[in-house]
C-alpha cells in the first residue's frame, strides 16, 4: 500500500467514527494508474434561528435588529481562515398565504441590518453590513472555522392590515474560494 | 486529518440547528479528470426537517475588489476566450429531497465538446437547499397578522475540469506592508502563469532584527487570472525597529489533497519594515 492510499485508509476510517452517516472520503479510478481523491473539508452553511418578527399589530412598524434574540442566525463552516462571500437576497414585500388573495405587507432591510462575526456566536461584538451587497468574510482559525451571521428586519403593516400569515422567501448565497 | 477531526467536530458541537435549513457539502473543490470525465458530491442534511436542494451550474472565478479584498466574479453567459466548463458539466440528480440526517450522492458527469484543447476549464456548482416549512412563532391563525419567512442557502463551490498536461505558476510583484497598532497589512500583486489555477497557500513572518520571528501565519489563496488582495491580521504590538517580512507562496493546502494541486516552486518574497 503506498502511503497515499494508506491515508485515504486513515481518513476513511475517521470518517466512519466520526460520521458514521456521511462518508467523508471518496475515490475514482483511471486506466493505469490510481487515482484517489480525498475528502479533507467540507462546508455547512446552517440556519440556526429564523428572523422570527412573531406577532405584528396593524399600524405598527415591528424592527427586529440583528443583536436581537429573535434575529435570524446563520453559521458557515469550513476551511480555517478562508474567505467566503456572504449576500442575502430579500424581499421587498411579504404576501398573505391565508387571508385575502394578493394582499401584501412591506418588509424593509437597512444597510446594518446584519452581521458577522468569526469563531463566536457574539452577535453583539458582529461587524455590521448591509445584507444586500456582496460582503467578504472569513472563517475563524482553528479550532472554531465559524463565521456567524445575523439578520434583521423591519415589517411595516398598514393600519388596516389584513390578518393573516405573510410569508417570503430569504436567499443566503454563500460563496467559497 | 487535522480538518476532518475540526470538521467532525464542527458537526458535533454545532449549536441548535434548526430543521430544513442548511446543507453540508462535501467536498468543497471538485476536481475532474479529462480522462475519467465525472466526480461526485456528497451532501448531508444536518437538520430535523426535509430540505429540498437543486444543483447548477455558473461560471466565475475570484477577484480582488479596489480595495483588496477577495470577491467572486460572476459571469452569466462567458463567452469563448473564457475556461469555461459550465455549459457541459451536468449534475445527477439535479433536484432531490433530503430527508433529516440522510445523505444523498450527486454524479457530476463532463461532456465536453469532442475538440476540447488540452487545459483546465472551471465551472462553480450552486447547490440550493431550501426549507419546506414556513417558521412562525405561535399558531397561525387568521385573527392577527403573522409573519413568516422561508430561508433558502445557496453554496458555491469551485469544479476544475483539467485535460492533458496542466500547469501553474505565478509572479509576485508590488509585495507592500505596515503595522497598524495590532495588526499587520499586507498587499501584492499576482498573477498567474501556466493554464491552471493557483491553488495554495500565502505563508507569511515577521522577523526581528535578530532574525527571531514575531509574528507568522498563513491564508488559502486561489488565483485564478490576476490578484491583488490586501490582507490584515491581527499582531500582537511589537516594540519600534526595523523587522523583515518574509512571504512565501507553496503549493499546500490543509483542505486539499496534494493529488488535487497543481505543484511549483515556492514563491519567497521578503521586505524590510519600520516600526515607528
Not at chain 1, 2 to 24: E, F, K, T, Y
Not at chain 2, 24 to 50: C, F, K, M, T
Not at chain 2, 241 to 251: I, K
Request: glycine share 8%.
Amino acid at each position: 500500500m503506498s502511503q497515499g492510499a494508506g491515508w485515504v485508509v486513515a481518513c476513511m476510517c475517521v470518517g466512519a467514527v466520526a460520521l458514521p452517516s456521511l462518508a467523508v472520503a471518496q475515490g475514482s479510478s483511471a486506466i493505469g494508474t490510481a487515482r484517489a481523491t480525498v475528502v479533507t473539508a467540507n462546508i455547512v452553511v446552517n440556519g440556526l434561528a429564523d428572523l422570527d418578527f412573531g406577532t405584528v399589530l396593524g399600524g405598527v412598524a415591528t424592527t427586529v435588529l440583528p443583536t436581537d434574540a429573535n434575529a435570524g442566525s446563520f453559521l458557515v463552516t469550513g476551511n480555517p481562515n478562508a474567505f467566503i462571500t456572504m449576500t442575502f437576497t430579500l424581499p421587498t414585500v411579504l404576501t398573505n398565504t391565508t387571508g385575502p388573495p394578493g394582499t401584501t405587507m412591506p418588509i424593509s432591510f437597512g444597510p446594518t441590518s446584519a452581521r458577522w462575526l468569526r469563531q463566536l456566536n457574539d452577535p453583539a461584538s458582529g461587524n455590521p453590513f448591509d445584507p444586500s451587497v456582496v460582503t467578504v468574510g472569513r472563517l475563524g482559525p482553528p479550532p472554531r472555522p465559524f463565521t456567524y451571521l445575523w439578520l434583521g428586519g423591519t415589517v411595516t403593516p398598514s393600519p388596516a392590515q389584513a390578518n393573516g400569515l405573510y410569508t417570503g422567501n430569504v436567499v443566503l448565497t454563500v460563496v467559497y474560494f | 486529518m487535522r480538518n476532518l477531526l475540526i470538521f467532525a467536530v464542527a458537526i458535533v458541537g454545532l449549536p441548535r440547528v434548526l430543521g430544513a435549513q442548511g446543507v453540508l457539502v462535501a467536498p468543497h473543490a471538485i476536481y475532474i479528470d479529462h480522462r475519467v470525465r465525472s466526480e461526485a458530491i456528497q451532501l448531508y442534511n444536518p437538520g430535523d426537517e426535509p430540505v429540498e436542494i437543486s444543483v447548477s451550474t455558473t461560471f466565475g472565478y475570484p477577484v480582488t475588489d479596489t480595495t483588496g479584498r477577495p470577491t467572486l466574479r460572476m459571469i452569466d453567459s462567458p463567452d469563448s476566450t473564457y475556461p469555461s466548463a459550465s455549459e457541459w458539466i451536468q449534475a445527477f440528480p439535479r433536484r432531490v429531497t433530503l430527508p433529516p440526517r440522510r445523505r444523498q450522492t450527486i454524479r457530476l458527469l463532463a461532456r465536453p465538446p469532442a475538440d476540447l484543447p488540452d487545459g483546465e476549464y472551471w465551472t462553480r456548482i450552486i447547490v440550493a437547499a431550501k426549507g419546506g416549512r414556513v417558521p412562525v412563532s405561535g399558531v397561525a391563525a387568521n385573527d392577527r397578522i403573522q409573519v413568516g419567512l422561508t430561508l433558502e442557502v445557496r453554496t458555491v463551490i469551485a469544479l476544475s475540469y483539467r485535460k492533458g498536461n496542466v500547469t501553474t505558476g505565478l509572479s509576485v510583484s508590488d509585495l507592500h506592508a505596515q503595522v497598524l497598532d495590532d495588526s499587520l497589512e499586507i498587499g501584492m500583486n499576482l498573477e498567474r502563469q501556466g493554464e491552471g489555477a493557483f491553488i495554495g497557500t500565502l505563508k507569511w513572518r515577521l522577523q526581528d532584527a535578530e532574525g527571531q520571528t514575531r509574528a507568522e501565519s498563513d491564508m488559502p489563496l486561489a488565483v485564478y487570472y490576476t490578484l491583488e488582495p490586501r490582507l490584515r491580521w491581527p499582531i500582537d504590538r511589537l516594540p519600534a525597529g526595523r523587522y523583515q517580512l518574509v512571504t512565501e507562496l507553496v503549493s499546500e493546502r490543509d483542505d486539499l489533497s496534494s493529488d488535487v494541486l497543481l505543484p511549483i516552486d515556492p514563491v519567497r518574497t521578503s521586505i524590510d519594515l519600520v516600526v515607528p
